[in-house]
């Protein structure tokens, strides 16, 4: 617990509540969830699992919070292998029963299962802090090639869509932005890029009707003004009701943009691929609202 804590803290991840309850001898799963239903402080709920109580009654609270109060809910469930589920038993005595049915249960109740404390709070912080989009369809701008045909794989794989830009977009694209730039999606605003050039960028793709959501990438470059970079895209997106997720790659060369980004509720992820299945995993959700 306390290395989660020391870990959120390092991620500018805030809790509301973070509760260890041990093998459950009086209080469950399940009434803490009732009680975070209709927390006003709560707005995504995160949940390390070694077995459910009672899966009826965890399957029914569990709909509510998805289809009725609307907070996302993330969770771990250990011992899904043999040997994971003997080390559970040993831990809390917990019996990790089948799989397959906890899948079942996390799906039909609109919980999104994840595979590491890492995952964890990637989507965390994406469902924190940006709007659930509408749909699959983004858009990547990119001031490198390679990173932004990785982000486009990684996209396909976890079944987004990449946006088919509108023919208006697509104009005010090429009257701003260079000849060498690519104004398909993804649209490569080229090495040299400067902040301008990803503010018309960012701003005509997200007032696309076609897109429901924008991945900015931003590799470091010798004549990258990372700091102004990261300064416009909260100003851009702040009246668009779509999520935005960065990747300005690396750690040192970038601290300050993503600094800046992290205290201005853009999520920022070291590498394409990892913004992605953030917003992969927050169009799976909005599917699942529209049930």
């Not at 100003?235 to 992290?262: N, T």
Request: glycine share 6%; with cysteine.
């Amino acid at each position: 617990c306390t290395a989660v804590l020391d870990y959120a803290e390092g991620r500018n991840v805030g809790f509301s509540k973070f509760v260890s309850f041990g093998n459950k001898a009086d209080v469950s799963e399940i009434d803490l969830l009732r009680y975070l239903k209709d927390d006003p402080d709560t707005d995504v709920i995160l949940m390390y699992l070694e077995d459910i109580t009672n899966g009826r009654e965890f399957l029914e609270i569990a709909r509510e919070i998805t289809w009725e109060s609307h907070k996302p809910m993330l969770a771990i469930k250990s011992g899904r292998s043999a040997e994971g589920a003997r080390a559970a038993a040993s831990h809390t005595g917990s019996l990790a029963g089948s799989d397959n049915a906890y899948d079942a249960i996390f799906y039909q109740s609109g919980i999104l299962r994840v595979e590491s404390i890492y995952a964890l709070f990637n989507r965390a912080v994406a469902f924190s802090k940006q709007p659930i989009p509408k749909g699959n369809r983004i858009a990547i701008v990119t001031n490198a090639g390679g990173p932004g045909i990785m982000a486009t794989d990684a996209a396909i794989r976890h079944n987004l869509e990449i946006a088919t830009l509108s023919e208006e977009t697509k104009r005010k694209l090429k009257q701003e932005l260079p000849p060498t730039a690519s104004i398909q999606n993804p649209v490569d605003v080229i090495g040299d890029a400067t902040h301008e050039r990803y503010e018309a960028a960012i701003r005509h793709i997200l007032m696309d009707k076609n897109v429901d959501g924008a991945i900015v990438i931003l590799s470091p470059q010798a004549m990258t003004d990372i700091l102004e970079t990261a300064e416009i895209v909260p100003h851009v997106a702040k009246d668009i009701d779509k999520p935005v997720l960065c990747s300005f790659m690396g750690i040192v060369d970038v601290s300050e943009g993503i600094q800046y980004l992290e205290r201005h509720g853009i999520p920022n992820y070291a590498f394409p691929e990892a913004a992605v299945r953030s917003m992969a995993a927050m169009a799976f959700y909005g599917s699942l609202l529209s049930l």
